[in-house]
């Protein structure tokens, strides 16, 4: 490790929960400071994992009485069975049998790693909003934490940590000093990170916003709700590079989202390319992208626009890559990247259909349906009537959605790609057509609207505050209308502005 940088773990107190029969082996343990986590499984031998291998700490096995002397120590474990230790980074999670008895435990050490942003210290001093994606374990969270203790101390923005389940700051009220001066929202569980987001900007006036993990349709909108007030933001994702991003219906919008267009035939023959071709849809949420593939090495797209173009194109993007060497300096190199003919065709194929599982069936927000032994015209005043913005396709091999007769179905087999979501009908009607595209239009509607009209609110408040006009995110012409009620009730104006599909209401104060 560089002599700049330091490791605070407060290991002794994640120590003195344990059963002394546990803790005295680890106080003797060689490998001490490189502990990951301690394994307790009912009748198993107790175990102490490291980066490399693992040792038990007793002979004989787990009992009851050493996972309630550990659960005794500790605060209640929230939803997502998770427990902590007040002001460390410590994580302890649970194990628990049919009956809902803790069976097992997950002892894990969380350390604060000061001086790990470095080597991205100059793009965090930018004001860039920064998107970090890595495979999980690879630091994502602690460089995450730094970066909020970096700008908050350093550089005095006023940086606000949106912290699900308390990953970034630790259990308890008072946060970890590993985010130094920041100030920390917590969210109970991660259903309501979105909701947490929205409010840290409206709330609390952030110049940065800190937030990790976004992994959902409504997180994502949030994000670019939050960039689009011009307020920095940091985050993380699901996903190990840029092209993973590409290829997720539901994360592609953090960089611009993607869509088909159709070229007219001389315009394809100048680029050389087919008629339906893929680009990007929107400025990114993100500026730029960095790709963290090990602890000393990292992968950056400077310009997060000009690389998805690139991408989309088939032609090859260029990354820089910073390394540490053994004497702790930073390296700087070159390479560059292409999506293969698979990825461009699989992003294609996710762009438009984002199914989503919400426990209310799916939700078909946008795509192109085949209708097969029924009425393409009363598939298309359903999907009106819906507000949908899913369009009539007439090759079932381009379909995202295929709606069928039941007995067709069963009689012919499948059709159409095997990707493409099927749903049936029993009669060619209008009302049974419409009952099931409903099924998959609007299980999220509801959801849908309300983040409509919250973000219309908090740019009403926004507009009174400052005197500034406010765009809001594209909607379709229904929540459109929605959102002109919403402002017209606060005694303020609106107008939709740009073409579909990115028609949207700005929002003009008197």
């Known amino acids: 490790m560089p002599p700049e940088q330091r490791v605070t773990d407060n290991l002794d107190q994640l120590l003195e929960i344990l059963p002394p029969r546990i803790r005295q082996p680890l106080v003797e343990h060689p490998n001490l400071e490189d502990l990951l986590e301690i394994i307790m499984d009912l009748g198993r031998p107790i175990e102490a994992r490291f980066p490399s291998h693992y040792d038990l700490l007793t002979d004989d096995p787990c009992t009851l009485e050493d996972i309630h002397s550990v659960i005794s120590r500790l605060g209640e474990f929230d939803r997502d069975n998770r427990a902590g230790i007040e002001r460390t980074l410590h994580r302890i999670s649970a194990v628990r049998n049919r009956r809902g008895e803790v069976v097992g435990l997950t002892c894990r050490v969380g350390r604060a790693v000061y001086g790990t942003i470095d080597i991205i210290r100059d793009l965090i001093e930018s004001g860039r909003n920064i998107l970090l994606l890595g495979r999980p374990g690879v630091g994502k969270t602690t460089r995450l934490r730094e970066v909020a203790r970096v700008l908050a101390d350093e550089f005095?923005?006023?940086?606000?940590?949106?912290?699900?389940?308390?990953?970034i700051a630790g259990d308890g009220?008072?946060?970890h000093p590993g985010i130094g001066r920041s100030r920390r929202m917590q969210v109970p569980n991660d259903r309501h990170q979105h909701d947490v987001m929205i409010e840290a900007v409206e709330n609390h006036m952030p110049e940065v916003i800190v937030i990790d993990e976004i992994g959902t349709d409504a997180e994502t909108a949030a994000a670019r709700t939050i960039a689009e007030r011009g307020v920095q933001l940091i985050g993380t994702a699901h996903g190990n590079n840029l092209e993973n991003l590409l290829s997720n219906p539901t994360l592609m919008d953090l960089i611009g989202g993607v869509h088909s267009v159709t070229l007219g035939d001389e315009e394809a023959r100048r680029r050389g390319t087919q008629k339906t071709v893929l680009e990007r849809q929107a400025p990114p949420t993100f500026d730029t992208?960095?790709?963290?593939?090990?602890?000393?090495?990292?992968?950056?797209?400077?310009?997060t626009a000009r690389c998805v173009d690139a991408l989309l194109l088939g032609e090859a993007a260029t990354v820089e890559v910073r390394q540490r060497n053994t004497e702790g300096e930073i390296e700087h190199s070159t390479r560059s990247v292409r999506l293969t003919g698979s990825e461009v065709e699989h992003a294609g194929s996710q762009l438009s259909l984002d199914l989503e599982g919400s426990g209310e069936g799916l939700v078909l927000t946008a795509g192109c349906v085949f209708p097969w032994g029924i009425s393409r015209r009363k598939v298309e005043q359903a999907l009106q009537e819906l507000h949908s913005p899913a369009v009539i396709t007439r090759n079932p091999e381009e379909a995202d959605l295929i709606i069928a007769l039941q007995h067709r179905l069963e009689r012919e087999g499948p059709i159409g790609r095997r990707e493409a979501a099927v749903i049936t009908v029993r009669s060619n009607t209008h009302s049974q057509i419409k009952a099931a595209l409903r099924e998959v239009t609007t299980a999220s509607e509801a959801a849908r609207e309300a983040f409509a009209l919250r973000e219309a609110r908090d740019a009403v408040a926004h507009a009174l505050a400052s005197g500034e006009s406010v765009e809001l995110l594209p909607q379709n012409s229904y929540v459109r209308r929605l959102q002109h009620e919403l402002i017209a009730e606060h005694q303020l104006m609106s107008r939709s502005v740009g073409r579909e599909p990115r028609r949207r209401v700005k929002v003009m104060p008197l």
Do not use: K
Not at 156 to 167: I, L, P, S
Not at 289 to 303: K, N
């Open 156 to 167: 005095d923005r006023r940086v606000v940590v949106v912290d699900t389940n308390n990953e």
């Open 173 to 175: 009220d008072i946060p």
């Open 289 to 303: 992208v960095i790709e963290i593939e090990s602890i000393d090495q990292l992968a950056i797209h400077h310009d």
